[in-house]
């Protein structure tokens, strides 16, 4: 079980995420559509506005003191490898993105401002998690099994 | 310029900015206190570890409570903003077949390509990650082609 005080505070987080998805309209398809259609270009605020704050979070505190204080971890940026499956994924999420409107995010702040009919989302959402998952780590185990018996 | 401004932002652009910037806080919140980069999408497979033994979900266990607690946060957030300035529920009118083929690529897309638009768009670009930051354009530029095909079959949404 995970810290009482890192649930709080990732609580309090949530919140204040969630609170910004739903008055910048991105829990609503039709406004993050209207964008990827080329027709109104707010989205950009969403995204330039929220990267501003959390890049000078991510490049002041650490700066200010090693580690944070409620988990003792130290700060680290968030750097994945570039690798093909970055490009392939991205490229994957990208047709969803366009034909729904919808992202993780934004669809569970979807829920929250009452718009049950993103039940339909979110259940695609996790079936796809669960199919890449379940194929990935039976070819992992298959790796695994392969290399051990060299 | 006024009317470039018009052009390009039918629907002005105070309630984006501030949204954006209320998403910034709480991911920069969550940083500062506890040293974690919030994403979305890894919810969705370390909650798949309380029901499947699979290992692609089981590596996530660690995180995922405090997962749960995060979507649920965002659910909650999103409902305060609904109580106080929408006034009641909000429906879409985005075909149900499309939520749901959209989000099953979602599902796939945004684990195999390690995030989405919070844990890559947010985070990793406010990380300057050079991962992130393709991660971002091609998925964008997808996103962009395939919503104008749709809107070319007559099955835009633009207002």
Not at chain 2, 16 to 44: M, P
């Amino acid at each position: 079980m995970t810290d009482r005080r890192v649930l709080a505070l990732v609580y309090a987080g949530g919140v204040l995420f969630g609170f910004g998805l739903g008055f910048s309209h991105m829990a609503r398809p039709e406004v993050v559509l209207s964008f990827l259609e080329l027709y109104d270009f707010g989205l950009l605020f969403v995204m330039f506005g929220a990267a501003i704050v959390t890049g000078t979070a991510y490049f002041a505190v650490p700066r200010l003191r090693d580690t944070a204080p409620i988990t003792g971890s130290a700060y680290a940026r968030r750097l994945k490898t570039l690798d093909k499956n970055v490009v392939i994924g991205g490229g994957i999420f990208g047709v969803g993105w366009g034909l729904s409107g919808i992202c993780p995010g934004a669809a569970y702040a979807s829920l929250g401002i009452g718009n049950y009919i993103m039940l339909y989302g979110v259940a695609g959402m996790f079936a796809g998690a669960y199919v890449q998952g379940v194929v990935r780590s039976s070819a992992a185990d298959e790796t695994k099994a392969a290399t051990a018996d060299d | 310029m006024q009317e470039l401004i018009e052009i390009l932002f039918p629907n002005g652009v105070f309630h984006y900015a501030v949204g954006g910037i209320f998403v910034g806080l709480g991911a920069a919140l969550i940083y500062v206190g506890t040293g974690i980069s919030a994403g979305a999408s890894t919810f969705l497979e370390s909650t798949l570890s309380y029901v499947s033994d699979a290992s692609r979900f089981q590596q996530y266990r660690p995180s995922r409570d405090w997962r749960v607690v995060f979507t649920l946060g965002i659910v909650s957030g999103a409902a305060v903003y609904a109580v106080v300035f929408q006034g009641g529920i909000w429906l879409t009118e985005v075909e149900p077949w499309r939520l749901l083929a959209g989000g099953f690529l979602i599902g796939v897309g945004t684990r195999v390509g390690k995030g989405c638009t919070s844990g890559h768009g947010v985070c990793g670009v406010g990380s300057a990650s050079g991962a992130s930051i393709v991660n971002v354009a091609v998925f964008l530029s997808i996103a962009v082609g395939v919503a104008l095909v749709m809107a070319s079959l007559g099955l835009g949404v633009a207002r």
